[in-house]
């Protein structure tokens, strides 16, 4: 079973900067897809980032020129790396991979959560 664990959550200052990281663990027989989607109290969860297997990327209008997404292939791994964060960037962040794994079966797993605070 594929399992992804996230770090790099916690406070930021505004305008600071800050990196997540997810790693995808298991019988992987190729990747589709990594994403980040974060979720705010009261609010939908909604796509911020995501990478396909090519390496396009497709970024949310409001993170766009402030967050980097990028994989780390050989460890499949995906990384956010967050810059100029505002307020508003303080979510739930949730890693998304979608991929084939054993007997080329598809999966789609999401990991745990964790907390970007961002204080003004």
């Known amino acids: 079973q594929v399992q992804l664990v996230e770090s790099g959550g916690g406070l930021v200052q505004f305008g600071g900067s800050l990196r997540l990281s997810c790693a995808a663990s298991?019988?992987?027989?190729?990747?589709?897809?990594m994403g980040w989607y974060r979720q705010a109290p009261g609010k939908q969860r909604e796509l911020v980032a995501a990478i396909t297997g090519a390496g396009s990327t497709n970024y949310a209008d409001s993170v766009k020129g402030r967050f980097i997404i990028s994989r780390a292939n050989a460890e499949n791994t995906v990384l956010l790396q967050m810059n100029s964060v505002v307020p508003e960037d303080t979510a739930v962040y949730y890693c998304?991979?979608?991929?084939?794994?054993?007997?080329?079966?598809?999966?789609?797993?999401w990991g745990q959560g964790t907390q970007v605070t961002v204080s003004s």
């Open positions: 998304n991979v979608k991929g084939s794994g054993r007997f080329w079966t598809s999966f789609d797993r």
């Open positions: 298991g019988y992987i027989r190729s990747i589709n897809v």
